[in-house]
Each structure stands twice: as structure tokens, then as C-alpha cells.
């Protein structure tokens, strides 16, 4: 078996579906089997997901075992030369597999490599290249420096901004949204730390490949990432488990470090946390108020397919009351979505017909011209269902 890849699911099956539907399209070829281990969803993704992709190796626990348990518990049952973890709410370009994994197969030292990650405003997520989170560096991070000087090989290392984004770069640290990974090399470093319940196992990870004597690489094939769709980064039970995270990556690895080093550095750690609570504070409010996760009336669709999809988006928006407008094409490198612009006041959801435009070709359109307020979507003539960053709509 040339790969096994591995997604871990709570809650976000639409995200799923969508990732596999794209990863269909992108293991054409490829001798590989896909593990999709549920979290104790409650939106009943199992069922969902055995309904419709029964090719799909579906484990269902019976309560959340947290991100990195739940990968080693298909890891466990896998074959695979090479093993692909990936984020639910992610989509792949067409070659991006392939030409990973011919890179590893000519990088006999590759242990693990990651890839050029999109937002779904076509700009480029930092998280695709990322340094080891030393005191240092995490002090230059946390304090701004980072930002500041995003292309300083000193202040800026936390992202590596000075590396370039169209050729294969060596990095340190890999992000668990997309993480290929050699198995001869888990074998000798051992699987994910279960420590992490989520968020730092990518980082602990890429930490034991580097001492283990491999090289983590950052390679220039797309995928988009929804960042965020996956977990409930507005919550309380974000905070902690981000911070924790933070701290079990400082005492496993710098914990050995003099006192004037670690006292500071976990005052940092639990100072920012403290921040980013009330930064929650106000948006706890308005969920309980019932003013959060309700779609904004001034959100503006545009909707770019053949005929049928047309025809199932305008009955949808009709239902739903959307404000939208439709462009109808059989021409797959049609450029119209390219020319939408965005309204400075809302957010113009360009959502794509997936069965005419292809993965890649959505996130080149996006990728050609960013823009904060314009946001892809898609949708599936199979499932009726418009995605987008934000919502799902059926």
C-alpha cells in the first residue's frame, strides 16, 4: 500500500464529505486507503459518511478522544508506505498528492512534509511554514516583533517568512492540516504524543523528526484550509486546550531550561491565555443573546456553474432568502469569478460548481486576486449543499 490518510472528524461532515470528494479526485492512481475516525460527532456523521462513501474506512468512538489518539488509532490499522494527515475542513488540488509524495520518494531523508496552504480569501496561510516555537522565538512572536518583521530571520522565524512560496523550502515545524509523513520514520520517532489532546502534537512531532535525524520540507502544491471549521476557536474550551498545549510543548522539551528562562516564558503562556479569554467574554454575550452563527442579511452570493447548478442554486437562494446573483458557464477556465469585487461593508461568497471547476483551479482563481471580502464556496449537484467558510447551505 503506497499511503494511508487519516481524518479525524467531530462535528463538521459536510467539511468531510467535501475533503473526501476532492481527495477522490486527487488519489486517481494511487494505491491508497482513506480512515476517517469520528470524535463522538453529534450532527451523525457516521451514518452520513457510511452512506455515502463506503469506500471509506469509518471508526466510530464512542467519546472524543482528542486529535492525536484518534490519529493513532488508525495509524495502528494502516498499511500505507506513506501516511497523510489531513484536516476535515480542507480540499485538495488534483496533483498535490501525487507530486508530494514522488518529492519524498526522491528525498529518501524526508520525514514528514507539508504544503502550500490557501485561505479562503485566496491569501496564503503563514501556518504553511512555521519554526520551532523556542523561547526566543516564541518571545518574538508573543511580543510582535514577528509581525513587525515578518521576513527578519531572527524576529520573523516563528513563520519563516523570509522563505520563498514557489519552490520546495526545508522548515521545521509541519501543520497537523495537511502532515505527510514517511512511515519508517514514525516507526523510529514514535506516533503522535497523546499528551496533546489538540493543537502542539504537530509541533512535538516535527520536533522528535529533526532529533530523529529527517528533514521537514514545506513543498509549493495547494490545498485550501478553512482554518478554524474544525474546532470552535470562540470558546473557552479553545483557550484552554491552546494554552495547555503551549505549555506541555515547554515542559516536555525546554523544561530542562535554568528558572530566569521558564518562569518568563509561562508567565507569557498564561498571561496571553488570560488575554484571549476576554477577548471571549464579549462574544459569549452575543452567542447567548442569540447574535452569533446567524448569517449576516448583508452577505451577497455569486454563484458560477453549468446549467443544472444554476438552476439548484437560484431554487436554494429562493428558499433561503439569499442575496445572489448567477453567472452560467460550461467553460471550466471560465474567468468571471476573477472579476467579482467585493463589497467593503459585507462578504461576497463566490461559490464554485465542483463538478465543472476543478480543486486546483478554484484555489488558482482565488489565489489570483486576494481579497478580504470576497470568500470561496462551493457547491455539489450530488448533495445540494453550498459550502463556504462560514456556513453550510442546503
Not at 129 to 155: D, E, H, I, V
Not at 250 to 272: A, D, E, M, N, Q
Not at 323 to 330: L, R, V
Request: hydrophobic share 35%.
Amino acid at each position: 500500500m503506497r499511503l494511508t490518510v487519516i481524518i479525524v472528524n467531530y462535528n463538521v461532515k459536510h467539511y468531510v464529505g467535501q475533503c473526501l470528494d476532492s481527495l477522490q479526485k486527487a488519489l486517481d492512481g494511487i494505491e491508497s486507503e482513506i480512515y476517517v475516525v469520528d470524535n463522538h460527532s453529534r450532527d451523525d456523521s457516521v451514518r452520513y459518511l457510511r452512506q455515502r462513501y463506503r469506500w471509506v474506512h469509518t471508526i466510530d468512538c464512542n467519546h472524543n478522544l482528542g486529535f492525536a489518539r484518534a490519529n493513532n488509532i488508525a495509524y495502528k490499522q494502516s498499511k500505507g508506505d506513506y501516511v497523510l494527515l489531513i484536516n476535515p475542513d480542507t480540499f485538495v488540488g488534483e496533483d498535490t498528492i501525487r507530486m508530494a509524495l514522488e518529492f519524498m520518494d526522491e528525498h529518501p531523508n524526508a520525514g514528514g512534509a507539508g504544503v502550500k496552504m490557501y485561505n479562503a480569501d485566496g491569501t496564503l496561510a503563514n501556518e504553511s511554514r512555521r519554526g520551532l516555537p523556542t523561547p526566543m522565538t516564541s518571545f518574538y512572536k508573543m511580543c510582535g516583533l514577528c509581525n513587525r518583521f515578518p521576513k527578519s530571520r531572527r524576529f520573523g522565524h516563528y513563520y519563516m517568512g523570509y522563505l520563498g512560496w514557489d519552490s520546495p523550502e526545508r522548515i521545521e515545524v509541519i501543520s497537523g492540516a495537511f502532515y505527510l509523513l514517511r512511515r519508517t520514520a514514525i516507526e523510529k520517532i514514535g506516533t503522535l504524543d497523546e499528551d496533546f489532546f489538540m493543537y502542539g502534537e504537530d509541533i512535538d512531532l516535527s520536533y522528535r523528526l529533526l532529533k530523529g535525524g529527517y528533514e521537514n520540507w514545506y513543498l509549493p502544491y495547494p490545498i485550501l484550509h478553512y482554518k478554524g471549521e474544525s474546532t470552535h476557536k470562540t470558546s473557552f474550551a479553545y483557550v484552554h486546550v491552546f494554552y495547555q498545549a503551549m505549555l506541555i510543548f515547554f515542559r516536555k522539551h525546554y523544561g530542562h531550561l535554568g528558572f530566569w528562562i521558564t518562569v518568563p516564558i509561562r508567565t507569557s503562556i498564561y498571561f496571553r491565555a488570560f488575554i484571549a479569554l476576554l477577548q471571549m467574554t464579549p462574544h459569549k454575550i452575543r452567542k447567548s443573546l442569540g447574535l452569533v452563527n446567524k448569517r449576516r442579511c448583508d452577505s451577497r452570493y455569486v454563484f458560477i456553474g453549468n446549467k443544472r447548478m444554476v438552476e439548484n442554486c437560484m431554487r436554494i437562494a429562493r428558499r433561503k432568502g439569499l442575496t445572489a446573483e448567477f453567472h452560467q458557464t460550461d467553460d471550466p477556465y471560465d474567468r468571471y469569478g476573477i472579476e467579482i469585487e467585493g463589497n467593503a461593508t459585507s462578504i461576497t461568497y463566490v461559490v464554485y460548481d465542483n463538478d465543472l471547476f476543478s480543486y486546483k483551479r478554484m484555489l488558482e482563481m482565488m489565489a489570483e486576486r486576494p481579497r478580504s471580502n470576497v470568500k470561496l464556496g462551493t457547491f455539489s449537484n450530488r448533495t445540494r449543499t453550498i459550502i463556504t467558510p462560514n456556513e453550510i447551505i442546503m
